[in-house]
């Protein structure tokens, strides 16, 4: 649930899966919980 | 009446799965369209300017883009064979894939949304093969999945 | 009652098999003008075509050219905004659009 898995670099590929990733980033209170404690940009989860 | 019942329900699962599948033909309709459209205007551009445009100016399908405000802190992990990357953004993106481009530049004529005019019209069915005219017709007057 | 609905269900396998039949022709059409060696010099778009396509235009705009089944991976926002690109293929290839 916390991740979406695509694949990419295909020709025309099929429309609806990047609606979905922009629905979950778009629909998220994240950035709005962040501003309202103020918090510092997120630590990066992981480094390669 | 069980057996009616159970018709009922294929009638169901049926109508469900043509209505995908109507779906699918027409993205694949608008992308075949939007892609023909590309390559004639490029060509267009070609021969009026009689040169090919530098390479360092244009980006080859396929393609992803993600936008992002100009304020945003992308913080970028790559490997050495550039095989992995990791983004890390502090404010929100978007993701959009060259298909999603070609139709906001206006290249499908605006059938994604059924919103075509005559001349759109007569331009996109011109473009198909005849068995599927039709659903190019159905999808300029506004009937889209 | 049943034989008007047995009438029906096979109406619709009929039409389902007719749309089958064109998304096969349809994909395999728009494959071979993908592929079409003239057509694949064409297929571009200008930075600035990428400029007039995002709100507000004077956006960050990244752009990813990667092999064939490159797995992308988008976190879910209350993890982050993060995103990972993994080929196996051969390298991928990120650059920014520029502004003007």
């Known amino acids: 649930r916390s991740r979406i898995l695509i694949s990419i670099g295909e020709s025309f590929g099929s429309a609806d899966k990047f609606q979905k990733i922009n629905q979950m980033l778009s629909s998220s209170d994240w950035s709005l919980k962040r501003s309202l404690d103020g918090g510092s940009a997120p630590k990066p989860l992981k480094r390669l | 009446a069980q057996e009616c019942e159970d018709l009922k329900a294929e009638r169901q699962r049926r109508q469900e799965r043509i209505k995908q599948k109507q779906s699918q033909?027409?993205?694949?309709?608008?992308?075949?369209?939007?892609?023909?459209?590309?390559?004639?205007?490029?060509?267009?551009?070609?021969?009026q300017s009689k040169r090919s445009p530098s390479a360092n100016t244009i980006i080859q399908l396929p393609f992803i883009i993600i936008n992002t405000s100009k304020k945003t802190i992308i913080d970028c992990s790559i490997?050495?064979?550039?095989?992995?990357?990791?983004?890390n953004f502090d404010s929100m993106f978007e993701i959009h894939d060259d298909v999603e481009v070609l139709k906001r530049l206006g290249l499908a004529l605006g059938l994604e949304s059924g919103r075509c005019s005559a001349e759109q019209m007569k331009i996109a069915t011109s473009l198909v093969s005849k068995a599927l005219q039709p659903y190019v017709t159905e999808m300029a007057q506004g009937s889209v999945n | 009652r049943f034989q008007e609905l047995q009438k029906e269900v096979s109406e619709l396998t009929e039409a389902e098999e007719k749309l089958d039949e064109l998304i096969n022709k349809c994909s395999l059409q728009l494959r071979l003008l993908t592929e079409d060696t003239h057509n694949k010099k064409l297929g571009y778009v200008r930075c600035q075509d990428l400029r007039n396509t995002v709100d507000p235009p004077d956006q960050i705009i990244m752009v990813i050219r990667a092999p064939a089944?490159?797995?992308?991976?988008?976190?879910?926002?209350?993890?982050?905004?993060?995103?990972?690109l993994k080929s196996s293929k051969g390298p991928i290839d990120v650059f920014l659009c520029p502004e003007d």
Do not use: C, H, W
Not at chain 2, 79 to 87: P, T
Not at chain 3, 69 to 84: K, L
């Open chain 2, 25 to 47: 033909l027409q993205e694949l309709i608008v992308q075949q369209i939007a892609f023909k459209n590309l390559v004639q205007r490029n060509r267009e551009v070609e021969q």
């Open chain 3, 69 to 84: 089944e490159t797995a992308m991976q988008v976190s879910e926002p209350s993890e982050g905004y993060q995103i990972s």
């Open chain 2, 79 to 87: 490997s050495n064979d550039k095989f992995e990357y990791l983004f």
